[in-house]
């Protein structure tokens, strides 16, 4: 009778183990497979609203805190066409920027954006294009710390947004950043 118990609780602890590997192997293909969907898989979606130091409130932005606009940006999948409700508006200048991840990885290209007070010391004028700078954003995985180099300079009103993606999925809270010419009015 022992041994029957035995040979029972061994064989239910294997059908568990595999059973809990495949459910372990489904999740990380569904992860992949999200990540090699979205051009910022691993871009922190939703923030803390908290801003950087240093960073001015526009003092007559085109969309005024609480008011709706049309997100026109495909930064993300599901961004593009969603409506945005406006948290945060502020003036400053923004940067496209190409860097290498400090987790490695394949170089990121053109990441819209990064605003100058997201920068390790920007000094007070704004920077342009080539100009080698370190990040100290941290949208994506891999961001904060990264050397990088300027593709673009802008002076805006950017934007902080909460909004739900088009394509459906959970609501996105303090999204940093949305430029003034990529929303329109509803």
């Known amino acids: ?8 609780l061994t064989l239910l602890l294997a059908f568990s183990l595999t059973l809990a590997a495949c459910g372990n192997d489904e ?3 569904q992860k992949e497979e999200t990540n090699e969907e979205m051009d910022h898989g691993g871009m922190n979606h939703s ?4 801003v950087p130091k240093g960073l001015k409130e526009a003092k007559d932005p085109a969309f005024p805190v609480d008011s709706k606009a049309i997100i026109k940006a ?3 999948k599901g961004m593009d066409g969603a409506e945005a409700t406006i948290v945060g508006a502020y003036e400053t200048t923004v940067y496209t920027v190409s860097y290498t991840p400090t987790t490695g990885g394949k170089k990121v290209t053109d990441h819209k954006w990064v605003i100058h007070e997201e920068l390790k010391d920007p000094g007070n004028q704004p920077l342009k294009a080539g100009t080698e700078v370190t990040l100290n954003a941290d949208h994506m995985k891999g961001m904060k710390g990264a050397k990088a180099t300027i593709d673009s300079a802008e002076q805006t009103i950017v934007y902080m947004v909460d909004y739900t993606p088009t394509t459906g999925g959970e609501k996105v809270t303090n999204h940093k950043w949305v430029t003034e010419s990529e929303l329109s009015a509803e």
């Open 1 to 8: 009778m022992k041994l029957k118990n035995n040979l029972f």
């Open 47 to 50: 923030g803390s609203g908290e």
């Open 74 to 76: 495909d930064h993300m």
């Open 27 to 29: 999740k990380d293909n």
